[in-house]
């Protein structure tokens, strides 16, 4: 394997890794810090609160969600575009996981690029938006994710990944099922407080609440609390994840909307504990039905599936994960794609930062 100049570009609404809630930049994290370990030459721009044993770019001191003075993010994810920009002849490859917000710079740097989508795609504004960026490289986190938009310039699929000895099995000795990610409509935590209440078994919600979801918390969930099978615990840190997701019983994931991926569910499996999530985006994807837990369409369904957790083999749970879901084989296969975009290509060979360079796959 080569050894490549490589830039990661995170998004600055959290640090790297974030301190709670954040799948991007965990993922970001992961990838970055296993590609070092791999021996490539890694730079990272990101928030000056960030922690890594790549070359760390600060592009501004804190993250964007914990400063109490931002009022736009757009302003500051600019300057982190432009810095990226003037040293681009530095890199082999730059790699984004800012959305859609670089595309028309992707187009003058000095080195090749690509993105990884990590949000919904079936947004009515993005197919006019891949038709006039063709020739931007992207890679999906999971085959359904790309449904929407088949037209975009795929040149890679990379299921997320996590460091095998991040987590280690539990026993699932504290009986309860877990929920954990963010309180929203689309995570329907309504839906597992109602499988809950059903099977008789306790539920821990370990979920954060964002301001544009305060709303649907207060008038949709927070009425459903009061009831003694159900706890609310709040956002919980990557510390606290390996006793709540270890000694849970289940992970329940009823999501209603097309998943990308679903970073909480192969959190579950490293832990051994089986997932009960909903046929919905990315879920027939992540899991194996009857290995890392039950595949489900209607609570009916959830309900009669819960009954066969009993004597769940965690430890093949686990094993599922080490082979489909290390950060490991996560950064390998992004170095496949990094090497198929920049190639033997050495910095002399490339164009100036004004220069056009085109990705096709």
Same mark, same amino acid.
């Given at each position: 394997?080569?050894?490549?100049?490589?830039?990661?570009?995170?998004?600055?609404?959290?640090?790297?890794?974030?301190?709670?809630?954040?799948?991007?930049?965990?993922?970001?994290?992961?990838?970055?810090?296993?590609?070092?370990?791999?021996?490539?030459?890694?730079?990272?721009?990101?928030?000056?609160?960030?922690?890594?044993?790549?070359?760390?770019?600060?592009?501004?001191?804190?993250?964007?969600?914990?400063?109490?003075?931002?009022?736009?993010?757009?302003?500051?994810?600019?300057?982190?575009?432009?810095?990226?920009?003037?040293?681009?002849?530095?890199?082999?490859?730059?790699?984004?996981?800012?959305?859609?917000?670089?595309?028309?710079?992707?187009?003058?740097?000095?080195?090749?690029?690509?993105?990884?989508?990590?949000?919904?795609?079936?947004?009515?504004?993005?197919?006019?938006?891949?038709?006039?960026?063709?020739?931007?490289?992207?890679?999906?986190?999971?085959?359904?994710?790309?449904?929407?938009?088949?037209?975009?310039?795929?040149?890679?699929?990379?299921?997320?990944?996590?460091?095998?000895?991040?987590?280690?099995?539990?026993?699932?000795?504290?009986?309860?099922?877990?929920?954990?990610?963010?309180?929203?409509?689309?995570?329907?935590?309504?839906?597992?407080?109602?499988?809950?209440?059903?099977?008789?078994?306790?539920?821990?919600?370990?979920?954060?609440?964002?301001?544009?979801?305060?709303?649907?918390?207060?008038?949709?969930?927070?009425?459903?609390?009061?009831?003694?099978?159900?706890?609310?615990?709040?956002?919980?840190?990557?510390?606290?994840?390996?006793?709540? #997701?270890?000694?849970?019983?289940?992970?329940?994931?009823?999501?209603?909307?097309?998943?990308?991926?679903? #970073?909480?569910?192969?959190?579950?499996?490293?832990?051994?504990?089986?997932? #009960?999530?909903?046929?919905?985006?990315?879920?027939?994807?992540?899991?194996?039905?009857?290995?890392?837990?039950?595949?489900?369409?209607?609570?009916?369904?959830?309900?009669?599936?819960?009954?066969?957790?009993?004597?769940? %083999?965690?430890?093949?749970?686990?094993?599922?994960?080490?082979?489909?879901?290390?950060?490991?084989?996560?950064? #390998? %296969?992004?170095?496949?794609?990094?090497?198929?975009?920049?190639?033997?290509?050495?910095?002399?060979?490339?164009?100036?930062?004004?220069?056009?360079?085109?990705?096709?796959?």
């Amino acid at each position: 394997m080569n050894r490549l100049r490589i830039a990661q570009v995170a998004p600055l609404f959290e640090s790297v890794p974030p301190q709670g809630y954040g799948g991007t930049e965990r993922i970001v994290s992961y990838l970055t810090e296993q590609l070092v370990q791999q021996g490539h030459d890694v730079t990272l721009f990101a928030t000056g609160d960030s922690e890594t044993e790549a070359k760390l770019v600060p592009v501004r001191e804190a993250a964007l969600r914990l400063d109490p003075s931002v009022r736009d993010w757009i302003p500051h994810h600019v300057v982190l575009l432009e810095r990226v920009l003037a040293s681009s002849a530095q890199f082999d490859v730059i790699h984004f996981h800012t959305d859609v917000l670089q595309m028309p710079f992707g187009r003058r740097l000095a080195a090749a690029s690509v993105t990884t989508l990590h949000g919904r795609q079936d947004l009515p504004d993005l197919p006019q938006f891949y038709r006039e960026f063709a020739d931007a490289a992207v890679v999906s986190i999971s085959l359904a994710q790309r449904t929407p938009v088949p037209h975009a310039n795929f040149v890679g699929n990379v299921y997320h990944g996590l460091p095998d000895d991040l987590y280690h099995l539990g026993s699932g000795a504290g009986g309860y099922f877990a929920f954990l990610g963010r309180i929203s409509p689309e995570k329907r935590p309504d839906t597992a407080i109602e499988i809950a209440k059903r099977t008789g078994v306790p539920l821990k919600i370990a979920a954060k609440v964002d301001a544009a979801d305060l709303e649907y918390f207060e008038s949709e969930i927070e009425p459903l609390l009061d009831h003694p099978l159900i706890e609310y615990i709040g956002e919980v840190s990557d510390q606290d994840k390996q006793e709540f #997701l270890g000694n849970a019983r289940a992970l329940l994931f009823p999501i209603d909307w097309p998943e990308p991926f679903g #970073l909480v569910m192969i959190e579950a499996m490293a832990c051994g504990t089986p997932v #009960l999530a909903r046929s919905r985006g990315s879920v027939p994807e992540v899991m194996c039905d009857g290995v890392s837990g039950y595949v489900f369409e209607d609570v009916d369904q959830a309900v009669a599936l819960a009954a066969k957790l009993g004597d769940f %083999d965690r430890a093949g749970c686990r094993a599922y994960f080490e082979r489909r879901f290390t950060s490991e084989r996560m950064a #390998l %296969d992004y170095v496949r794609v990094y090497e198929q975009l920049a190639g033997p290509t050495s910095r002399a060979d490339r164009p100036s930062q004004r220069g056009w360079i085109r990705h096709t796959a």
